[in-house]
């Protein structure tokens, strides 16, 4: 895609609603062509839902829900604004309404999975259409809103470790007319694929990890658009976005580059020392006396041979001052992905609380390697970045403190439970980070639980957006979790030591001038 060869920054797409809309837009709109925009695509179904329980401040959800009726003549919209929203907002001690779980279940609509057979293929799964519905619309507004009244490109960002909602999601965004999906945390083989076919409205299949399988069996989330709610998107054909690969080696540079099915349009090699979820080191894992893991050369990307796979690149990871764009250009990149000192700019969805504590530390000197700390956290598995802020779940008190529940599930793996008289198992959903017993309960075992925090909420905490629980007959916020990369050099140079707050604006004119 020609329109890639001009991009030199892309902002990273950061946590749960910390790359927001209008953090997106303000970065598309300073250099347009040049930069992109990018807005996280995790958890929007739940940040949505809560935005309108709080009475949605300025409307803008309404707008954009409104906007996919108007565009697509359907109700899917309203439907959810009817269900969610509040007007004035909920009360600050009520709890937010959840909405529907992402449960798979077959096409028959239940979790039993029959005794496999030699003649048997995959195993096709789906989802409630109401589930379903919240994944497309909230992709859409999100998208939508990003890209209102400008003319620069956005881009949207998944993991693909949260299987479930992505081929909705993806589906979702380019009903908006996204330019362009950044997939990172797993092997994005095939998704390039499923772009092409969603940009003509074919039936998309995508394989799912289900745990405890019999050998040669396998599972897949099966998505009709021409039968779903009647049609009412396939009108027309949809652009086909970008499709960026987020990797942290050659190897799966070289792999994805010469895909049967279909390549990544672009690579982001992404260092371990970026934010959020990083790649674990190669071989056995060791620990420092500090507790981190320990990266050595065999971890550091082998440019000569990403530059050989022939697909554009952008470098992220401690690449946010004009010296190291230099770098990656010299490297043969396109430009770089930055992400944490977006995080802390105005715009960004971060709790103002957070970005204000964060710049606090600065202040008083704490050193980047005190502050962030690579952890074993996330219920992923993959190590996590991890900000020390008090009263986070970065502290073991607080963490000790906090009963362990699952209400969320964005994050839970899927498993089969033991084998019935009939052959037939039941399909369960398990999160580490669940209550032990449940876990153990779903053939868990109980050492695999220790310290796992609770992303899904802790990352909602972390952009105000907070479930109330019961502590002690008081209602309580559920902690944060706040995470940050290890190279805070240009937040501190911005901030003038964490003295002053900055904006969008800023940070693009001190990356390019």
């Given at each position: 895609m020609k329109f890639l060869e001009d991009i030199k920054l892309i902002q990273g797409g950061m946590g749960v609603y910390v790359s927001n809309w209008r953090l997106a837009k303000a970065v598309s709109c300073e250099k347009p062509g040049i930069t992109v925009g990018t807005v996280s695509g995790t958890g929007l179904d739940v940040v949505y839902t809560r935005i309108l329980q709080l009475g949605d401040p300025g409307g803008?959800?309404?707008?954009?829900?409104?906007?996919?009726?108007?565009?697509?003549?359907?109700?899917?919209?309203?439907?959810i604004i009817d269900r969610y929203?509040?007007?004035?907002?909920?009360?600050?001690?009520?709890?937010?309404k959840y909405p529907p779980k992402q449960v798979v279940h077959n096409l028959k609509g239940?979790?039993?999975?029959?005794?496999?057979e030699s003649s048997q293929g995959p195993v096709e799964l789906t989802?409630?259409?109401?589930?379903?519905?919240?994944?497309?619309?909230?992709?859409?507004?999100?998208?939508?809103?990003?890209?209102e009244g400008h003319s620069g490109r956005i881009f949207i960002n998944f993991m693909h470790k949260i299987e479930l909602p992505l081929i909705y999601c993806m589906y979702g965004a380019m009903l908006a007319g996204v330019d362009g999906m950044i997939v990172g945390a797993g092997n994005p083989e095939g998704l390039p694929r499923i772009c092409s076919l969603l940009a003509t409205h074919q039936t998309v299949t995508h394989p799912l990890v289900v745990l405890y399988r019999e050998s040669g069996e396998d599972f897949q989330l099966v998505f009709e658009p021409k039968n779903f709610a009647d049609g009412v998107f396939t009108h027309k054909p949809?652009?086909?976005?970008?499709?960026?690969?987020?990797?942290?080696?050659?190897?799966?540079?070289?792999?994805?580059?010469?895909?049967?099915?279909?390549?990544?349009?672009?690579?982001?090699?992404?260092?371990?020392?970026?934010?959020?979820?990083?790649?674990?080191?190669?071989?056995?894992?060791?620990?420092?006396?500090?507790?981190?893991?320990?990266?050595?050369?065999?971890?550091?990307?082998?440019?000569?041979?990403?530059?050989?796979?022939?697909l554009p690149f952008w470098?992220?990871?401690?690449?946010?001052?004009?010296?190291?764009?230099?770098?990656?250009?010299?490297?043969?990149?396109?430009?770089v992905q930055v992400g944490s000192i977006f995080a802390l700019s105005q715009e960004s969805g971060l709790k103002p609380a957070y970005k204000t504590a964060i710049l606090n530390k600065l202040k008083e000197g704490v050193d980047d390697s005190e502050l962030v700390q690579?952890?074993?956290?996330?219920?992923?598995?993959?190590?996590?970045?991890?900000?020390?802020?008090?009263?986070?779940?970065?502290?073991?008190?607080?963490?000790?403190?906090?009963?362990?529940?699952?209400?969320?599930?964005?994050?839970?793996?899927?498993?089969?439970?033991?084998?019935?008289?009939?052959?037939?198992?039941?399909?369960?959903?398990?999160?580490?980070?669940?209550?032990?017993?449940?876990?153990?309960?779903?053939?868990?075992?109980?050492?695999?639980?220790?310290?796992?925090?609770?992303?899904?909420?802790?990352?909602?905490?972390?952009?105000?957006?907070?479930?109330?629980?019961?502590?002690?007959?008081?209602?309580?916020?559920?902690?944060?979790?706040?995470?940050?990369?290890?190279?805070?050099?240009?937040?501190?140079?911005?901030?003038?030591?964490?003295?002053?707050?900055?904006?969008?604006?800023?940070?693009?004119?001190?990356?390019?001038?």
């Amino acid at each position: 895609m020609k329109f890639l060869e001009d991009i030199k920054l892309i902002q990273g797409g950061m946590g749960v609603y910390v790359s927001n809309w209008r953090l997106a837009k303000a970065v598309s709109c300073e250099k347009p062509g040049i930069t992109v925009g990018t807005v996280s695509g995790t958890g929007l179904d739940v940040v949505y839902t809560r935005i309108l329980q709080l009475g949605d401040p300025g409307g803008h959800i309404r707008r954009a829900l409104t906007a996919l009726d108007h565009q697509f003549s359907t109700q899917i919209g309203q439907r959810i604004i009817d269900r969610y929203f509040i007007e004035n907002g909920k009360k600050p001690d009520e709890r937010y309404k959840y909405p529907p779980k992402q449960v798979v279940h077959n096409l028959k609509g239940n979790k039993i999975i029959p005794k496999p057979e030699s003649s048997q293929g995959p195993v096709e799964l789906t989802m409630e259409d109401e589930v379903i519905e919240l994944l497309i619309a909230t992709c859409f507004a999100e998208v939508w809103l990003a890209k209102e009244g400008h003319s620069g490109r956005i881009f949207i960002n998944f993991m693909h470790k949260i299987e479930l909602p992505l081929i909705y999601c993806m589906y979702g965004a380019m009903l908006a007319g996204v330019d362009g999906m950044i997939v990172g945390a797993g092997n994005p083989e095939g998704l390039p694929r499923i772009c092409s076919l969603l940009a003509t409205h074919q039936t998309v299949t995508h394989p799912l990890v289900v745990l405890y399988r019999e050998s040669g069996e396998d599972f897949q989330l099966v998505f009709e658009p021409k039968n779903f709610a009647d049609g009412v998107f396939t009108h027309k054909p949809l652009k086909r976005p970008a499709f960026l690969a987020i990797v942290s080696s050659e190897n799966l540079a070289t792999s994805l580059a010469q895909s049967l099915s279909e390549k990544p349009d672009g690579l982001v090699i992404e260092h371990h020392t970026a934010g959020g979820h990083n790649a674990s080191p190669q071989g056995p894992l060791i620990l420092d006396d500090r507790g981190q893991p320990v990266y050595g050369e065999e971890d550091e990307p082998d440019f000569e041979i990403i530059r050989q796979t022939g697909l554009p690149f952008w470098l992220a990871g401690g690449y946010s001052t004009r010296e190291k764009i230099q770098l990656a250009l010299s490297l043969g990149a396109n430009g770089v992905q930055v992400g944490s000192i977006f995080a802390l700019s105005q715009e960004s969805g971060l709790k103002p609380a957070y970005k204000t504590a964060i710049l606090n530390k600065l202040k008083e000197g704490v050193d980047d390697s005190e502050l962030v700390q690579t952890k074993l956290f996330s219920p992923t598995g993959y190590p996590f970045k991890v900000a020390k802020l008090e009263g986070t779940l970065s502290e073991e008190s607080v963490y000790q403190n906090r009963q362990r529940v699952c209400d969320l599930g964005l994050l839970q793996q899927r498993a089969l439970g033991k084998t019935k008289e009939d052959g037939s198992r039941l399909m369960t959903q398990r999160c580490v980070a669940e209550p032990i017993d449940h876990f153990t309960n779903k053939r868990g075992l109980e050492r695999n639980t220790k310290d796992r925090r609770c992303l899904c909420n802790g990352l909602l905490a972390a952009v105000g957006l907070a479930q109330i629980v019961d502590q002690q007959g008081t209602a309580v916020e559920e902690p944060a979790i706040i995470t940050l990369g290890n190279n805070l050099g240009s937040v501190r140079r911005l901030s003038s030591n964490g003295q002053t707050i900055y904006w969008v604006k800023d940070v693009v004119t001190d990356l390019l001038g």
